[in-house]
């Protein structure tokens, strides 16, 4: 759990974070905005209506769509990350609790732990 106060430049999580986010919101905005270049382009050649609007309001639009793109974008690659870190962390948390089995299995002396031991078909006759 985070501490309140904690200086969050330092935390290494929160930064990987905040460029993922930042990486998805540039990405969301150059294939948005891409889309609506387009989309800009072919309602300038089949419509009137979109020819008649003030180049301010078209760039309104474009601009509109890049937010958006960049919204949904940065907002899929956080909840990805999220995902990401919570599985490694599973990970390391159960490797952590199967060490600790292991040790606590091969200090009682069981045979055939970890390939010591007196296991079948390893037995040395004399």
């Known amino acids: 759990m985070r501490q309140q106060g904690s200086n969050l430049t330092k935390d290494d999580e929160a930064n990987q974070a905040k460029w993922e986010a930042t990486r998805g919101a540039v990405s ?4 948005y905005g891409a889309f609506a270049a387009v989309a800009g382009g072919l309602a300038y050649g089949f419509s009137p209506l979109y ?3 003030t180049v301010q309001f078209k760039v309104y639009i474009q601009m509109s769509c890049m937010i958006l793109g960049g919204m949904l974008e940065a907002d899929r690659r956080t909840i990805a ?3 990401r870190m919570r599985h490694q962390k599973r990970m390391a948390r159960d490797m952590e ?3 600790r089995f292991e040790e606590d299995f091969e200090s009682k002396g069981t045979p055939g732990v970890g390939g010591e031991g007196n296991v079948k078909g390893n037995q040395s006759e004399t």
């Not at 969301?28 to 294939?31: I, Q, S, V």
């Open 51 to 53: 020819r008649g609007l």
């Open 28 to 31: 969301g905005a150059a294939k």
């Open 81 to 83: 990350y999220q995902h």
């Open 97 to 99: 609790v199967w060490r």
